[in-house]
């Protein structure tokens, strides 16, 4: 019976962990150091192959709980306190402290750097973890369960012991018999049998009890000299059992092993049952030694083979390690400047951390540090991104002042009436809404609805006045349609310049028509030009007429931008046609010979009298360009321009910021 501790695990309370001291001890007399004796393995294996086999189970189970979270961890030693023995988990018990405690710390390191950085006192900061408080009681439970069982242990190997010391007397009377009977023989081949059915017992004992009952066997079958042939079966017996046991430990050197613990313990159990198997025939002694340790070097062999193995997977591993480090460590912060980008940043560390963990904790001297500096890279990540928000609330707080600047506005200007500057107005109220950027969390909602509900309460009432003018335009439509009918239908007769010109007025009066319906502007502009040829009158006049009614066609269709620059061009026209005019006059006042005769003179004053009418035409054409309201269309050409300009050196702005950023 063992309950899961090693034959050589020395019992020991958890709080103090001090060894048990027996102070009970066999009588004995002086052991001789025969051949024999030396070549007995002692039961204890060595506090290296514990090391590596504790070393080994903790590396597997720290792996295993690197992806639990801190209430996943919790709940998982729950479990394993209720369901398991409190000896079989006690590195899963250990491994899930240290990541729960991990965990706890590092929540309380965030906690109050975010304190101090809004401008706590570290010596105020107080924060409670109910998780930690629960964990700290179930730790206690099993730390006191794990002391009774100890104390329980302790126990059972000290009765252990006393029950080998109880044998190793009866042994001793029996091995200082000379004369030996067959039922002395049987008795003490039962003695053999009790003791390896003994459990452990106290490791500062082990090697002592073990020598003297050596020693006691060794001299009882000295005095089986006394009959030969008891002697002989026993030992032929023992060499059987030996040879069997050397047979299993060469099987064992061509098995593979995955752990060296696995390793470890099946050397052990071959040690174990060689060094309780009893003396062989003397002239067989050496040579059987010989084999067992040879099969045992061999099958060792393979513990270098893997040991070689684990330290390589090892170095890969930190290699791993070094790599997600450095990559991390890489990350320019300073080219991290909004919000977005710590977004992505913040999303991407949990695939570091993922990553990290994945490999899992490895028993190398370089771990807990690349493991510190994994967490400082991460701290300075974090302490970075704090700053950019304690300096990106500061904007966001700015952010909604103006946004709530903008809200004032629309709400003065809801109830406005002047449609066409209303639209541009709140067109340009939502453009700068969007310009300013984020505001605090928890009124970005709250402001955007109220912004949204009057500029809404305007376009509502624009919509509606628009449905109720696309009625009028429908209605413009259907009296101009009837007018143009009524105009094709006219008699020659009664065609006549004024009767065109009122015409024109009239269809002016009846205002724009619907978008899809515009080409009746031009069927009737049309028609009047068909109209006015027919009339026996000045073509300029009937030019000038035309000119009016095709300005006014555009300025109905909506179409002002193309009046004002008719209107430029005309002006630009008209300068051109003066400065030709004074360089045509200049010009004919040098010739000397000014007779009408002269063909040179001819051709100029042919020219200027052209000039002269061409800009007399201009003049008149400016005139009734004059009768539209441009005033209002350079207005806002002047503001669209100056809008393209201050978004071209925006973009210009932007530009050349990136490039400074990536030089950076």
């Known amino acids: 019976?063992?309950?899961?501790?090693?034959?050589?695990?020395v019992a020991k309370t958890v709080d103090d962990q001090n060894e048990i001291t027996v102070t009970s001890t066999p009588e004995t007399?002086?052991?001789?150091?025969?051949?024999?004796?030396?070549?007995i393995i002692q039961e204890h294996h060595s506090d290296e192959d514990d090391h590596e086999d504790e070393a080994s189970e903790s590396d597997s189970l720290y792996s295993k709980y690197a992806d639990y979270t801190p209430e996943q961890l919790y709940k998982e030693a729950v479990s394993l306190l209720k369901h398991n023995h409190v000896s079989a988990i006690k590195q899963h018990m250990e491994a899930i402290k240290r990541h729960l405690l991990y965990h706890l710390d590092e929540e309380r390191k965030d906690k109050l750097h975010a304190f101090i950085e809004e401008g706590g006192n570290e010596i105020d900061f107080s924060y409670e973890q109910p998780l930690r408080i629960k964990f700290k009681e179930l730790y206690k439970e099993y730390k006191d369960k794990l002391n009774a069982y100890y104390k329980e242990k302790k126990e059972q190997l000290e009765n252990n012991l006393h029950q080998k010391q109880l044998i190793l007397e009866e042994l001793k009377e029996l091995a200082m018999n000379v004369d030996i009977t067959e039922e002395i023989f049987e008795k003490v081949r039962t003695l053999q049998e009790k003791w390896k059915k003994i459990g452990p017992i106290p490791y500062n004992m082990a090697e002592h009890i073990n020598r003297t009952y050596s020693f006691y066997l060794d001299r009882f079958y000295d005095n089986l000299k006394l009959n030969k042939d008891f002697r002989d079966l026993h030992f032929?017996?023992?060499?059987?059992?030996?040879?069997?046991?050397?047979?299993?430990?060469?099987?064992?050197?061509?098995?593979t092993f995955e752990r060296i613990a696995d390793f470890n313990k099946a050397v052990r159990a071959l040690e174990k049952e060689w060094r309780e198997t009893g003396p062989v025939?003397?002239?067989?002694?050496?040579?059987?030694?010989?084999?067992?340790?040879?099969?045992i070097d061999k099958v060792r062999s393979k513990k270098s083979e893997l040991a070689e193995l684990v330290k390589k997977e090892k170095e890969e591993k930190i290699s791993q390690k070094k790599a997600i480090l450095e990559e991390l460590r890489s990350i320019n912060l300073d080219e991290i400047n909004t919000h977005e980008g710590w977004q992505n940043l913040t999303q991407s560390l949990s695939s570091y951390t993922e990553r990290f963990k994945k490999i899992g904790r490895v028993l190398h001297e370089e771990n807990d540090k690349i493991w510190e500096e994994f967490n400082a890279a991460i701290r300075e990540i974090k302490k970075r991104k704090n700053a950019f928000y304690k300096q990106f609330k500061q904007i966001q707080q700015q952010n909604l002042q103006k946004k709530k600047e903008l809200i004032e506005l629309a709400r003065q200007n809801a109830e406005r009436t002047d449609w066409e500057e209303g639209v541009n107005f709140f067109k340009k109220l939502q453009a700068d809404w969007k310009n300013i950027g984020p505001v605090p969390r928890k009124f970005s909602e709250s402001v955007w609805n109220e912004?949204?509900?009057?500029?809404?309460?305007?376009?509502?009432?624009?919509?509606?006045?628009l449905k109720e003018k696309e009625a009028e335009l429908y209605k413009n439509y259907e009296n101009k349609k009837a007018q143009l009918e009524e105009l094709k239908t006219t008699p020659s007769d009664n065609i006549s310049v004024p009767?065109?010109?009122?015409?024109?007025?009239?269809?002016?009066?009846?205002?724009?028509?619907?978008?899809?319906?515009?080409?009746?502007?031009?069927?009737?502009?049309?028609?009047?030009?068909?109209l006015f040829e027919k009339l026996d009158l000045d073509k300029?006049?009937?030019?000038?007429?035309?000119?009016?009614?095709k300005m006014q066609a555009l300025w109905d269709a909506d179409d002002k931008q193309a009046v004002y620059i008719e209107r430029q061009r005309l002006l630009h026209q008209y300068d051109d046609l003066k400065k030709d005019l004074q360089k045509l006059e200049n010009n004919i006042n040098l010739f000397s010979n000014k007779s009408s005769s002269n063909p040179f003179?001819?051709?100029?004053?042919?020219?200027?009298?052209?000039?002269?009418?061409?800009?007399?035409?201009?003049?008149?054409?400016?005139?009734?360009?004059d009768q539209f309201p441009l005033h209002e269309v350079k207005i806002e050409r002047t503001q669209r321009s100056e809008r393209q300009k201050h978004q071209g050196r925006d973009r210009k702005n932007k530009k050349g910021k990136r490039q400074n950023d990536k030089k950076r």
């Open 29 to 39: 007399t002086s052991i001789p150091q025969n051949d024999e004796l030396d070549d």
């Open 499 to 530: 009767f065109l010109k009122e015409q024109i007025e009239k269809w002016k009066a009846l205002g724009k028509v619907p978008t899809e319906y515009r080409d009746i502007e031009k069927e009737f502009q049309k028609l009047i030009d068909a």
């Open 1 to 9: 019976m063992n309950n899961g501790l090693h034959e050589n695990e």
């Open 236 to 255: 032929r017996k023992n060499q059987e059992i030996k040879e069997e046991i050397i047979q299993r430990a060469l099987e064992l050197a061509d098995k």
């Open 540 to 549: 300029e006049n009937i030019y000038l007429v035309r000119f009016e009614a």
């Open 281 to 295: 025939p003397y002239e067989n002694r050496e040579a059987l030694a010989k084999a067992f340790y040879e099969a």
């Open 601 to 625: 003179i001819k051709e100029v004053e042919k020219n200027i009298a052209r000039h002269k009418a061409n800009l007399e035409l201009v003049a008149k054409k400016l005139e009734i360009l």
């Open 451 to 465: 912004f949204r509900e009057f500029c809404n309460s305007f376009f509502d009432r624009y919509h509606a006045y």
